[in-house]
T-cell receptor
Framework: SQQGEEDPQALSIQEGENATMNCSYK?????LQWYRQNSGRGLVHLIL?????REKHSGRLRVTLDTSKKSSSLLITASRAADTASYFC?????????????FGAGTILRVKS | AAGVIQSPRHLIKEKRETATLKCYPI?????VYWYQQGPGQDPQFLIS???????DKGSIPDRFSAQQFSDYHSELNMSSLELGDSALYFC???????????FGQGTRLTVV
């Protein structure tokens, strides 16, 4: 991975359970974003958390960010079969011209109905 | 709402041929990114443009080049194609202020 590791690499849960995915990164960041990707499809933006934020919610999604540990977690509550996908974190660093957007390795989530 | 448009969606080329992938960013977005994603891999950053100027370069082979035009669309040119270039190629655009990047559906390139 260009940025860091995601943990776990694969996760299989039953519908209705919660899924937690973790992401670690190596450099200082300005914000961190989570994306979902269905097999062979495009990446869908889920949520963005800024470096001065510690927690953010969006529907069934909860994201935390610990800049001291250079890590983030994505929690999906009450999972559904439709949540089956790969999930990636991506870090953003602001540069003088444009931003640097780098992806982590991804977690494959399978939600069984 | 307008999204990022990539064309073509699928492309089959032979070894040593050239390919051109196109990306049309969301209107008023000032940054375009290109990524390559092999099977089961995370997206690997290739190159980005900010206001039509190259802003960052990643693991882009010398055989590849890219540019952003006056209308903000971008093209990724790939020459002397190799079997290992077979992958999904994604373009994303963002507003430098909000920084959320939105991705196109990708171009699946198959080199045979």
């Amino acid at each position: 991975s260009q940025q860091g590791e995601e943990d776990p690499q694969a996760l299989s849960i039953q519908e209705g359970e919660n899924a937690t995915m973790n992401c670690s990164y190596k450099t200082s960041i300005n914000n961190l974003q989570w994306y979902r990707q269905n097999s062979g499809r495009g990446l869908v933006h889920l949520i963005l958390i800024r470096s001065n934020e510690r927690e953010k919610h969006s529907g069934r999604l909860r994201v935390t960010l610990d800049t001291s540990k250079k890590s983030s977690s994505l929690l999906i509550t009450a999972s559904r079969a439709a949540d089956t996908a790969s999930y990636f974190c991506a870090t953003v660093r602001y540069m003088e011209y444009g931003n640097k957007l780098v992806f982590g390795a991804g977690t494959i989530l399978r939600v069984k109905s | 709402a307008a999204g990022v448009i990539q064309s073509p969606r699928h492309l089959i080329k032979e070894k040593r041929e050239t390919a051109t992938l196109k990306c049309y960013p969301i209107p008023r977005h000032d940054t375009v990114y290109w990524y390559q994603q092999g099977p089961g891999q995370d997206p690997q950053f290739l190159i980005s443009f900010y206001e039509k100027m190259q802003s960052d370069k990643g693991s882009i082979p010398d055989r590849f080049s890219a540019q952003q035009f006056s209308d903000y669309h971008s093209e990724l040119n790939m020459s002397s194609l190799e079997l290992g270039d077979s992958a999904l190629y994604f373009c994303a655009s963002s507003d430098g202020v909000r920084a959320e990047a939105f991705f196109g559906q990708g171009t699946r390139l198959t080199v045979v």
